[in-house]
């Protein structure tokens, strides 16, 4: 079981007050659609859990399995790290849909069982009350991506989209990812409008271009690549739902991390 480490830190400690802070964000978001991916953040809910509401409004009520891709900040673990472990959170347990895991495993040359790459990493524990809040029946497969190389993206969104069609498993693709990092906002806006651009394209390989010119750091690239080659599985349109950054929080607009809000609606 991976328990939760990071409620009384990057979310509130108990049931109670996660729910009261999640039912605030939610307040006034509609779904639009249904999604065959989206974008989301995973910075301390205070800073960006507004604009990750906007993404997962539009998981209401699903069911099936979310696949949650994020990236790996610790530096432990495999290359891409697959768990097989239940995660636990306040709001209870989530299942780990082990099926899907293992077919994934098996469709990708890169992808590992490892619990290592995720037993301190916080980009996809945050997600998870999220979902608890908005999904109705739901198993996840949560993976994290040490190599963030456009090779190993594209690999997993292969394997992922492989392991659904062997499986016939409903899937959902979370994508983990925070934006530009501690500029100006109105730098990280300018750099983050050019890459955000790439992926309503759906263009990842213009995308990881964009992300090197701007030099644009973005947290987890690789996974935001994954969604946009799972989207044009799908024939999914992109949306950006909204754009913000944490000196709406802080007041302190002269180094922010920035974040967005995305889905691919089918």
């Not at 507004?50 to 790996?72: H, R």
């Amino acid at each position: 079981m991976r328990k939760a480490l990071f409620n009384g830190s990057f979310y509130p400690y108990s049931k109670e007050e996660i729910e009261k802070l999640l039912q605030k964000f939610f307040e006034g978001k509609k779904k639009k659609g249904n999604v065959a991916a989206i974008v989301a953040p995973h910075a301390g809910y205070e800073y960006s859990g507004k604009v990750a509401a906007f993404s997962y409004a539009q998981l209401k009520d699903f069911e099936g399995t979310a696949v949650i891709v994020g990236p790996n900040h610790t530096g432990f673990g495999s290359l891409v790290a697959v768990s097989m472990q239940d995660w636990e959170t306040p709001l209870g347990v989530v299942e780990t849909n082990k099926e899907l895991a293992k077919a994934i495993i098996k469709n990708s040359k890169f992808a590992r069982e490892n619990e290592l790459a995720h037993s301190q990493e916080h980009s996809i524990e945050v997600q998870l009350p999220f979902l608890q809040y908005v999904a109705k029946s739901f198993k996840i497969v949560a993976i994290a991506m040490l190599d963030q190389s456009l090779e190993k993206a594209k690999d997993l969104a292969q394997a992922i989209i492989k392991a659904e069609k062997e499986t016939k498993e409903k899937i959902v693709l979370i994508a983990s990812s925070d934006f530009n990092h501690y500029e100006s906002a109105e730098v990280a806006k300018k750099k983050d409008e050019k890459v955000i651009n790439e992926i309503l394209k759906l263009d990842e390989e213009s995308f990881y271009e964009k992300i090197e010119e701007e030099e644009d750091s973005a947290c987890g690239y690789a996974p935001i690549a994954c969604s946009i080659l799972f989207a044009k599985e799908k024939k999914a349109k992109p949306v950006l739902l909204n754009y913000s950054n944490s000196g709406e929080a802080t007041g302190d607009f002269e180094s922010v991390v920035a974040y967005c809000s995305i889905g691919f609606f089918v």
